[in-house]
């Protein structure tokens, strides 16, 4: 290799290895190795925040009690079995805050309430796309949520939440049933917020 070769070659292996180096960087953070790596769980924490989808949430009011045993890995430890939800009495209460953000509610077998509280997926649901979604505003209650909070109910499709005009506060999912059963059943009447 003569002088001039030698001289053009290592400008451009210096660039090709810094090129190389750049690439395995990149393919390094986008595919980490170590999942225990203290840093990866920093980035995780970061990541935005799943959207809250009602449907899902729906569709499990269709589960069996060992079901939701089985797919939210709840212990013994987490099951109440002399719960009670506002008027409903008499529960067995499923929670594993792991796994999933709600209260399972069963009597005689059959679930008759999941409860939402307050979490990080409620606080960024708008309540008007909820209520986009529902179609409709809903029966407006008063909630216990506090007095700057309204309880939409949607009886016949077992949906109620309580919300500002900022961000929903906890949802209701049970059977669907009609307003007065909802009404004698489940939902306890708030007294007027004292200022």
Known sequence: MQISERK????????VLIVLISCISKIAVANPSNPSDP???????????????????LALMNLSMEEVIQKFSIPKKDIDNNANYEKLSKLTLLKNNK????????????????????????????????????????????????????????????????????????????PPTSLEAYKVEIYEDVPPFIK
């Open 8 to 15: 053009l070659f290592f400008p451009i292996a210096g660039f």
């Open 39 to 57: 840093n990866i769980a920093k980035t995780n924490l970061k990541m935005k925040i799943p959207a809250f989808n009602l449907d899902e949430h």
């Open 99 to 174: 796994f999933h953000p709600g209260y399972f509610y069963f009597k005689d077998g059959k679930l008759v309430m999941l409860y939402i509280g307050k979490n990080d997926q409620l606080e960024k649901l708008d309540p008007k796309v909820l209520q986009d979604n529902l179609v409709e505003k809903g029966i407006n209650l008063r909630s216990r949520a506090g007095k700057t909070f309204n309880h939409y109910v949607y009886p016949e499709k077992g949906v109620a939440f309580s919300a500002d005009s900022r961000s929903v506060r906890f949802i209701e999912l049970f």
